[in-house]
């Protein structure tokens, strides 16, 4: 093998492997916190269509988070129903139930589906808006070297990475895209398995290709600090730490199209789940643009022990073909067919996801299922969700390295959960519907139903409960474990609330103009943890008395807020403290409350977006947010709350102690300086002009 | 006088001049209509800061009607309250009341407030997006010639205008932006009063400068079929026609200041009213971006008799001594401070609005008026969404000429509405508060607060009511007037609509897929009437019977809709059917619906975006729109919808004969020829792939 000639080196703080969903939502987070970052791509452009589309509520939640949940809850699909269509006494396929598709009062937004290359696009756009960072595409690591002497100090950089430039040629799929027929009339039939895990890995061919190529390309060792590999189920990164994904393959074929369907099916704008008595299953999505996905059940090509599946039987007309067949007596048929693929049904979870913390797996990389519960693009989204803000808050000198621990302890249970769910799921969708109670054989449209339901919380995203850790205080002061060092909570004080869980949203006024906001929204995905202080009634003065001693302590001059807030920033750029007092709005003043409530800046006076109230508002009701935590409003309590919306510890209102132990565990004290006076160039910065 | 050496000659359908919101709205319009449009401001860049800034709940269903409302809705400051601030028995300024700003339930919106550079751009974001219309800056008409004998027809171009090009350097503004102190610490006082009516006009002077210019610039001399001025209180546009602003000015001068305040004042987040014992008014608007506008009365500067106001002594320092006097014993200061200006009160309405519907004024060119009640914009606005479509309609040969003529019956009562309000207004406001019920000469506060509160549904836009005419059939079959030519409505079937005005909105589901929208989110701006047809509930035999009656007619080969569908468009392009039947959603399939309800394809398939139903959602409550429409469900109505959402007929279900004598009276009929093809290639053009 030819040495190439010159190779230039680099260092970087994070370098990312693959420009995916979940790349990109890391490299989105990064963007955020100004963090030498770096993301390559092996393929020479983004996906355009087709691919995951499904959007958890959750997923809506983190994105709006980001200041673009609006761009995907304008331009999606929203799927509000969920129809079961079962073969009656005569076979024939009919409605036999409807269920919401989104759990009522769960979110503020519901499921909906969009096509990956627009989350793509928007998570682009995102990063550009606050960062240099570029995504570098038809660049691919062939070579990694770990330094395990330099691993200890997070300041040093263990990781070396070649990078390779491919040729245009290399980097771009096959694929075409088939958005019509052809001349001739035949619908198009180009490769949609390309990206499918029936066709076989292309990784090694690349790098074969790059580094026999043509020597004037680039080639570049890049040492980084952390390294994280979003490259999907044949992750190369994973091969370099040799972790494996566990688990198998079902012998179950499905097909997808995307098409602009011309049906008599009543209900081919609904979320549909369609059992036929003999021919398989179809499930519909309704999409943006007049377009509908179908995932369907292939029979004739089912394949059995392992075999392999002949790619070559698998078209859109044979997929076509099996969906009339399952949705007869309706007629199916299209003139516009936007991407098509088939896939083989299997659950796989890695059995590692990091190595000593700095070098991390995330997406398809440790965890492959079927796509048809739409979980895929979102997980793994959720996994760098979780990762970003830790990398970033170590790499920064915020926290100790302590917190990046707590990834795979909190996703690798996700991972475990959502295989479990599609192992459990595919295989009722896939079964033959039981012809009556005597058919042991045929799956139960009865338990199919109540397997829907119960997906519906899961597949929201919603019910991931994050395990104790020092960011996660769920042991109670009743537990008598522990050793006093590590924060306890008091979840008796919020009833409503799970620590380990994301926090419920629900609409607050704010105290001084009144305008309703849900709480997420003032929860944005900049970095900064938030002591949520809901002090109950402020005309009750035993209340008011709390509020003052608790304001007298964060504004002390070694309060753990001044003690870990960054030199020179403002006051509230690493914890901000935010207010919710029970009401009524017009009992209490702003001023009334200490100004650690509502910070003094001498370039632009009181900070008017901290304090706010549980009560009515003029146009958009009431939310109740003391009734629905379960906090009662004579007494109050505090929360801690991560960057990532996640609760973290429930306490008194007035308890600065264990707020400080909480903090005090995993915080790194900075240099003290002076604070805020931040504030009014970031004020400026952000008057538009334009 | 040098004549240029060449004169280019163009010929456009529409030539806008000016390019503040009226303007911008207009050419936004006829971006969607692909009507040839030239669009000239003789300010060399748009504004970009200070300015205009209060947006109705009107305006944003107007901008949401344009799909950039939700970009609005996102930046803008949320005025929730208003507090009247009124002196105690002391003489010292107490919170006296406080009332909803937004008249709950009366739009889906709220006022909201952000500066007019950023609505500008999103018009020209917009503009941008559907067409290649540019506005042309720094240009300049100089003279105007109109021929009488090419006015009778609409395809002819009787108007002749030369335009010339200034200079960069005439072009600009000598208004500095000042965005900080000056380096010797003393405030910047550049001119703020630029572009205030304390300014002379300097339209002659550019004129002069673009004539005297450099020849080598360009000169053109453009053909128009329509001219629009939009070009502000000095409009040249108006002077060329000789019309005339009627109406008078006041004594009192008031300062405005856009900062970032440093106060005590509990409420500066909230709109207030205040009004001291002795030294005037203050209001203050709370905006975007921390800042904050107040407007202040200047009592010292205040002319007498007519006398002209010695500018030189209005600064920032002076406006602010004023305020703190007005707002004493409250503490007001600033760092920052964004703009500033002042200006004289005075109300003035164009004597006549239109020469020969061939030449328009618009906005400011024809109402001038204070700014505090935040409608200038607005109106501004309203006048040429009012316009723009009229005028894009007969250029495209849709309709006669003759629904041109509501320009100036509809807006002209618009702007002697609003003159009157604010009249009324500003001198409640400007006024000293009465002592007593003695105090003759004082105003009183029970009567400033009724005043505001009346003033609000004003305020809103919402109870704008075009009078009866060719697209308003406000004329009841009951009032047995007419010769039969002009359809005739049955209010009574709708008792919660009121003929004339915006159809309110109220959320509605999709029959196909169960998702609510609000009425008005189906009411794009995009140049369609529609016919709205309310069956009631369709289990009732003889209500469904009804629709298959209408559906026949309506799909009949001569059917109006067929006669003015321009050839070779979907059935749907100029006068689309939507239909709201009475609930429940389940007990009806689309199909069930005769193909007029919902259009089939052929490359398509059925339409699926047609048919809704009044009922209950899964996450966002129930409209009740037959309820709030006053519709009897047992029973049924239909409205016919301008493109600009106001109401012009409502009838019978199924009264065919009087939907197509609406139409008939100022539609043109179109050759015949197929219908329905246009179809999949706008699919395609919307499938997003990027």
Excluded at 188 to 204: C, K, P, Q, V
Aim: contains cysteine; aromatic residues 10%; glycine residues 8%.
């Amino acid at each position: 093998m030819t040495v190439p000639e010159s190779t230039k080196e680099s260092h970087t703080d994070v370098l990312i492997v693959g420009a995916g969903p979940a790349g990109l939502m890391l490299a989105n987070w990064l963007s955020r916190f100004n963090i030498k970052t770096r993301i390559v791509d092996k393929r020479g452009t983004k996906v355009f269509s087709g691919q995951a589309d499904g959007l958890q509520c959750r997923t809506l939640e983190i994105l709006d988070s980001f200041d673009f949940g609006h761009r995907v809850w304008r331009e999606s699909n929203h799927m509000l129903e969920i129809c079961l269509w079962n073969p009656d006494e005569t076979g024939t396929i009919r409605r036999s139930d409807r269920i919401p598709d989104t759990i009522p009062g769960i979110s503020h937004f519901q499921q909906v589906v969009l096509h990956q290359g627009r989350i793509e696009r928007f998570f682009l756009d995102s990063i550009k808006e606050h960062s240099d960072i570029v995504v570098e595409r038809g660049v691919l690591p062939t070579s990694f070297q770990f330094d395990q002497a330099k691993a200890a100090d997070f300041g040093d950089y263990p990781i070396a990475v070649t990078l390779r430039t491919l040729s245009d040629e290399e980097a771009t799929p096959q694929q075409r895209l088939q958005h019509q027929k052809t001349e001739d009339g035949q619908r198009s039939t180009s490769d949609g398995l390309f990206r499918s895990n029936l066709a076989a890995d292309d990784t090694d061919d690349l790098i074969r290709a790059a580094k026999n190529g043509d020597h004037s390309r680039p080639v570049e060792t890049v040492r980084a600090k952390f390294m994280v590999g979003c490259d999907g189920a044949h992750s190369w990164v994973r091969r370099q730490l040799g972790f494996k994904l566990e688990g198998d393959s079902t012998d179950y074929i499905w097909g997808v199209l995307d098409i602009v369907p011309i049906t008599d099916f009543p209900d081919v704008r609904q979320r549909c789940a369609i059992h036929s008595a003999n021919s398989g299953s179809v499930m519909i999505i309704p999409r943006e643009n007049k377009l509908v996905r179908l995932y369907i059940q292939l029979q004739s090509t089912d394949v059995k022990d392992g075999a392999k599946v002949d790619r070559s039987h698998i078209t859109p007309e044979v997929i076509l073909k099996s969906a009339q067949q399952i949705m007869h007596p309706y007629k199916l048929d299209y003139s516009y067919c936007d991407w098509w693929t088939a896939y083989q049904i299997g659950q796989r979870v890695g059995d590692a996801f990091s190595l000593q913390e700095r070098v991390f797996l995330a997406g398809d990389a440790v965890h492959t299922h079927s796509p048809k519960a739409g979980q895929g693009m979102n997980i793994s989204m959720q996994d760098t969700f979780n990762l970003g803000w830790k990398i970033a808050h170590v790499v920064n000198g915020y926290s100790s390295g302590s917190i990046l621990k707590t990834y795979e302890s909190e996703r690798r249970q996700v991972a475990q959960d959502l295989i479990a769910f599609d192992h459990r799921f595919s295989r009722l969708f896939s079964g033959r519907p039981a012809k009556d109670v005597m058919d042991e054989e045929g799956v139960s449209m009865e338990e199919f139903k109540r397997a829907f339901e119960k997906g519906n919380e899961f597949a929201s995203g919603i019910a991931v409960n994050y395990g104790a850790s020092v960011i996660v205080a769920k042991e109670s002061e009743a537990s008598g474990k522990g050793d006093g060092t590590y924060a306890k909570s008091k979840p008796q004080l919020a009833r409503g609330i799970d620590i380990g869980k994301r926090i419920p949203s629900f609409k607050v006024l704010n105290q001084s103009d009144a305008r309703p906001w849900h709480l997420q929204e003032l929860l944005k995905s900049n970095g900064r943890w938030r002591v949520i202080v809901f002090p109950g009634e402020l005309t009750t003065p035993r209340n008011m008395e709390r509020m003052q001693d608790l304001g007298a302590k964060l504004a002390g001059p070694d309060s753990f807020i001044r003690r870990y807030t960054p030199t020179g920033q403002p006051i509230d750029s690493l914890i901000e403290v935010l207010t919710v007092h029970a009401g009524p709005r017009t009992a209490v003043e702003l001023l009334d409350l200490p100004e650690a409530f509502h910070p003094y800046d001498k370039e632009s006076g009181w900070d008017y977006w901290k304090v706010f109230v549980d009560d009515q508002s003029y146009h958009e009701g009431h939310g109740h947010i003391y009734v629905n935590y379960g906090i009662n409003p004579d007494h109050g309590a505090s929360m801690i709350i991560r960057p990532d919306q996640y609760v973290s510890w429930v306490g008194e209102v007035d308890d600065y102690a264990e707020m400080s132990r909480f903090f005090d565990t995993f915080m790194t004290p900075q240099l003290a300086g002076e604070t805020g006076n931040g504030e009014l160039s970031s004020i400026l910065a952000e008057v538009k002009v334009d």
